[in-house]
């Protein structure tokens, strides 16, 4: 009589990549989760594989940041590279890059920011080129599913023509349609090494408060080219993935993000929540609200959960 299944084909485990030999940095404020360099990453991907997750989407923490982030699109960049080793040694893992520019930016922002004299802005047109040019670059290394999670006004449509003009007519994009500006960021900031140095996201993230507006930022995204949309922070924002779900039927993705995973794992490592309850009830809400993929940094725990039964 059940309505709603939990498998691990849903699953997307997030990782975090560096350069370097055998690191393993731990994210202290995400207990599990670290920087890893290439070849760790190919273990802890290898893990994922085995264990049942089909995808991986990978972050990337470049050596350095600069205004225009190059390491964003430069062909040896980390992600790049990453991608290149994941298809050589895991050819059917499912491989989706996180196009953004913040990680690259040495300000920390999503996008390219302009000193004027009102003060500092997010220069959308001259973001949306760079994140166009990381995409390439992440189809030319090998990715599987391109990912923006800029939310820059008329990126899809920029990432999909310029994916189409370098051949790649058939890579799927899967878009951060609704991306609120949300405080359950905070850990990942310190995973990815993201935080803005001044300001805040709230010029192209979205008000916690509308939820009209995450349907018509995902009718747009549709519109330019979007093949799956993603909803985020997903558990605080459950409402937002049914209406997508309801009114588009399409492809939807929820994010469980940094937050979501860290306060279960406080809460349980002080023996207030049962970590292994909490974790797949709320990713069975997910999917109760309609959500189609799941991204959980507890991706290889829940599918091991699942074959436990
Ligand atoms: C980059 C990006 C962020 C997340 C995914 N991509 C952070 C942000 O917008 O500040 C958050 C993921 C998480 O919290 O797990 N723009």
């Known amino acids: 009589m059940r309505e709603t299944r939990l ?27 670290f ?17 049942g997750v089909p995808a991986v989407l990978l972050f990337g923490i470049p050596d350095k940041k600069d205004e225009k982030a190059s390491g964003a699109y430069a062909k040896n960049g980390i992600v790049q590279q990453a991608v290149r080793l994941l298809k050589r040694e895991l050819p059917a893992l499912l491989i989706v890059t996180d196009v953004c520019l913040c990680e690259y930016m040495s300000h920390g922002h ?5 000193h004027g004299d009102h003060g500092v802005c997010i220069e959308n047109d001259a973001s949306v080129k760079l994140l166009a040019r990381a995409s390439v670059s992440h189809a030319e290394a090998g990715a599987d599913l391109i990912a923006p999670s800029d939310m820059m006004d008329g990126r899809v449509r920029a990432i999909r023509e ?14 951060y349609a609704a991306k609120f500006a949300s405080a359950f960021y905070g850990p990942f900031r310190e ?3 993201s935080t803005p140095k001044f300001g805040d996201r709230r010029s192209y993230q979205m008000d916690p408060a509308n939820a009209e507006e995450a349907l018509r930022e995902v009718a747009l995204d549709l519109q330019e080219g979007a093949d799956i949309v993603m909803v985020k922070p997903a558990l605080a924002y459950l409402d937002i993935v049914r209406r997508v779900k309801a009114e588009f039927g399409c492809p939807t993705a929820a994010y469980a993000v940094s937050g979501d995973y860290s306060m279960i794992k406080a809460a349980a490592a002080k023996g207030w929540l049962d970590e292994k309850a909490a974790t797949l009830e709320s990713l069975l809400a997910m999917r109760r609200a309609g959500a189609d993929i799941l991204i959980t940094y507890s991706a290889v725990e829940v599918a091991g959960w699942l074959r436990e039964g």
């Not at 920087?35 to 264990?51: I, R, V």
């Not at 310029?162 to 878009?175: K, Q, V």
């Open 191 to 193: 995973a990815a090494e």
């Open 7 to 33: 498998s691990a084909d849903q699953l997307v485990l997030p990782l975090f990549v560096r350069n370097g030999r055998k690191l393993r940095h731990p994210i202290s404020s995400m207990p599990g989760v």
């Open 35 to 51: 920087q890893l360099s290439p070849d760790e990453l190919l273990k802890e991907a290898t893990k994922a594989f085995k264990a």
């Open 110 to 114: 999503c996008g390219v920011v302009h």
């Open 162 to 175: 310029a994916l189409d003009g370098a051949g790649f007519t058939n890579m799927p994009i899967m878009s």
